[in-house]
Nanobody
Framework: QVQLVESGGGLVQAGGSLRLSCAAS????????MGWFRQAPGKEREFVGT????????YYADSVKGRFTISRDNPKNTVYLQMNSLEPEDTAVYYC???????????????????WGRGTQVTVSS
């Protein structure tokens, strides 16, 4: 069982930066693939990025590639989402999620993740 709590959201002007954190409970955090998703009002949940259990591999949605960076600190049971050059289109509730590794899983889809946080609001003003 993993419990996830996001923090760091807020209101920022376009072009600004925010760093989201996701704190995880449990002693097996380092074994989980972690992902970030977001959902804007009236839109479906959207994949943002994912990071492997050891932090070596990352993968991002095209919409955030080059602007967002995912990292993790396993001893601190925390995964981060550094967001730079924010745009109004990035406004959404951001969720972190945890998944047990499987060779058959597609970590760009929400279905691969068994644990979710409650989300943190990010609002980017123009």
């Amino acid at each position: 069982q993993v419990q996830l709590v996001e923090s760091g959201g807020g209101l920022v002007q376009a072009g600004g930066s925010l760093r989201l954190s996701c704190a995880a409970s449990g002693r097996t955090f380092s074994s989980y693939t972690m992902g970030w998703f977001r959902q804007a009002p009236g839109k479906e949940r959207e994949f943002v990025g994912t990071i492997s259990w050891n932090g070596i591999s990352t993968y991002y949605a095209d919409s955030v590639k080059g602007r967002f960076t995912i990292s993790r600190d396993n001893p601190k049971n925390t995964v981060y989402l550094q967001m730079n050059s924010l745009e109004p289109e990035d406004t959404a509730v951001y969720y972190c999620a945890a998944a047990r590794w499987s060779s058959s899983s597609d970590y760009t889809t929400g279905e691969a993740y068994g644990y979710w946080g409650r989300g943190t609001q990010v609002t980017v003003s123009s």
